[in-house]
């Protein structure tokens, strides 16, 4: 008897944890493409080059880790260290979560020392069950203010570089 309610309480526990992860969240706010597209790019008065070395710089400041940088292209992919997102019913339930964030950065010039920057911030959060189900969430982070803000430090650092060299 006493196995079968050990049982009841791990599957009551396993409920309440997939409720917890996988239960009635706030709804996803959505924004047009041109909406999207103005909040994540800004135009710099600056060579592509420096421009570039200010974004990877900035990154790096902000605790991401660059996973790749291609000047030629312009692409730059960085991730933020992973962090563990378990609560406590849901390690009751054998299930654990972590979170990360991914940031994408597109530089072009556009016409000498007339560059763009196009910048792609997405959560990424991902769980595993004790019995090795898995799943992943990836949601765009559309604050403004957190692009605001990564602008502003790379006009921060684009004056650093300009006024050292």
Known sequence: METGNNNMVKKILLIISLFTVFGCGPKRATMSPLALQSI???HFENDKSLVFRSVISVFQDLG???ESADHETGFITAKSATKSDTNFFQA???YSSTQTTKATA???ELRTN???VRLNFVQISKGSSAY???NQN???ILDPKIYENAFNK???AIFIRKETN
């Open 106 to 108: 597109f530089v072009e």
């Open 114 to 116: 007339y560059t763009k």
């Open 138 to 140: 990836d949601e765009p």
């Open 64 to 66: 991401y880790i660059i």
């Open 154 to 156: 790379v006009s921060d």
């Open 40 to 42: 994540q790019t800004k």
């Open 132 to 134: 090795g189900q898995q």
């Open 92 to 94: 009751l339930g054998g």
